[in-house]
């Protein structure tokens, strides 16, 4: 028996209303899947770091360090658990052309849209203030020389430095380099040549900064690294003979996360334990 047209019209509208349900159906599943809530963290928290369990340096990208002094996780300086300890001296072996001791933190997962924390600690007999400057903290891009985007620490007073041509940088004074005393300071990039770039800067959950406009140069996304790294040392003197700094609570977290995120205690005392080794150099 032949069907009649009217009964095919009507199957073919039933199936196509079926498909536009079940696609429905999907874009609604959709953004959820692949994403898993890590312990009390948001989703979108990338990596989150305390020091407190075991082989904690193992869940760094990579290690860049020439002594035994360099990089080693501690007693927290003021109590409350672990915390890295970074030093670096003049004569410490030669790390990539430099002075340096830096891990890095994440590289292949950078997105546009990131959040970047730490709490760090910079010890008065460790970190004499002086003339010359170095690196804390800073976004590097593959084969493009200097940052474009760092923290710096020069004369008692941490300054951001940032730039998306190599020859203009700005400056800004973000505060002064308070000692023996904890401080929490939390970057929100969107990582951008163009006018869309945005970084904004939290200390001790106060805004320092809020800056609209290019921070990266033209090109790939930067890796995040964290530690010293003292350019002037690689040929000559200055007047320290060290620099001692001290980390805890290191996290990235992707677009999506608030700043409450990256300063919450429930995820201090919950680590995300995120492996994101692809390469470990210990020299
Ligand atoms: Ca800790």
Redesign the pocket.
């Known amino acids: 028996m032949k069907p009649s047209t009217s009964k095919i019209v009507l199957s073919i509208f039933l199936s196509a209303l079926l498909l536009v349900y079940m696609q429905k159906e999907l874009e609604e599943i959709n953004p959820s899947m692949g994403v898993e809530s890590v312990g009390n963290a948001t989703a979108s928290l990338l990596f989150s770091q305390?020091?407190?369990g075991s082989d904690p340096l193992a869940s760094f990208h990579r290690l860049e360090l020439g002594a035994r002094h360099s990089l080693n996780v501690v007693e927290?300086p003021g109590g409350?658990?672990?915390?890295a300890r970074y030093e670096l001296r003049p004569n410490d072996p030669d790390v990539k052309g430099s002075r340096r001791v830096e891990t890095t933190v994440v590289k292949r997962k950078v997105e546009k849209e990131m959040w970047y924390a730490f709490d760090i600690y910079f010890p008065a007999d460790g970190y004499v203030d002086e003339e010359n400057d170095e690196v804390i903290t800073q976004w590097h891009q593959s084969d493009m020389g200097s940052p474009s985007a760092s923290l710096r620490t020069r004369r008692g007073r941490i300054t951001m430095t940032v730039r998306d041509e190599q020859d203009e940088k700005e400056k800004i004074d973000l505060g002064p380099v308070t000692k023996n005393k904890w401080l929490n300071i939390v970057m929100h990039m969107v990582h951008s040549y163009g006018s869309d770039g945005l970084t904004e800067i939290w200390v001790d959950g106060k805004q320092v900064l809020s800056r609209k406009g290019g921070n990266l140069f033209d090109g790939a996304l930067p890796k995040w690294k964290i530690g010293i790294y003292k350019s002037r040392w690689a040929s000559e003197a200055t007047t320290v003979d060290k620099r001692v700094l001290y980390f805890?609570?290191v996290r990235v977290g992707t677009a999506g996360t608030t700043l409450a995120d990256m300063t919450s205690e429930t995820v201090r005392s919950n680590p995300v334990r995120t492996k994101l080794v692809e390469e470990s150099v210990h020299q």
């Open positions: 305390n020091f407190e927290r409350g658990g672990k915390a805890d609570n």
